[in-house]
Nanobody
Framework: QVQLAESGGGLVQAGGPLRLSCAPS????????MGWFRQAPRKEREFVAA??????TSLYADAVKGRFTISRDNVAMYLQMNSLKPEDTAVYYC????????????????????WGQGTQVTVSS
């Protein structure tokens, strides 16, 4: 079983930065693709960014390209968020991919098997 714990959320003014972290425990996440998703009130959960097993390939949603950067090391996965906008307000979830194509970054939530509890990001205008 993999447990994922997000941290780094909070309240920030529009235009400011925030860095989220996702620390896994339990089964190793080494060699597994991971991703970030978010869910705003009254909206569906949506893809934000994903990174492959060794950090060499990443994918981004159009809404965050050029502003967000996903990365990982042996300890955790990160999401550096710059130039934040009020529409980025959401609960952010990290996820780890096991099973078929576990090493490839995916954009569909159904491709991920373990999820964190989420961390709230609120961007004020």
């Amino acid at each position: 079983q993999v447990q994922l714990a997000e941290s780094g959320g909070g309240l920030v003014q529009a235009g400011g930065p925030l860095r989220l972290s996702c620390a896994p425990s339990g089964r190793t996440f080494s060699g597994k693709a991971m991703g970030w998703f978010r869910q705003a009130p009254r909206k569906e959960r949506e893809f934000v960014a994903a990174i492959n097993w060794n950090g060499s390939t990443s994918l981004y949603a159009d809404a965050v390209k050029g502003r967000f950067t996903i990365s990982r090391d042996n300890v955790a996965m990160y999401l550096q968020m710059n130039s934040l906008k009020p529409e980025d307000t959401a609960v952010y979830y990290c996820a780890a991919r096991f099973g078929a194509n576990y090493y490839l970054p995916g954009q569909e939530s159904a491709e991920y098997h373990f999820w964190g509890q989420g961390t709230q990001v609120t961007v004020s205008s």
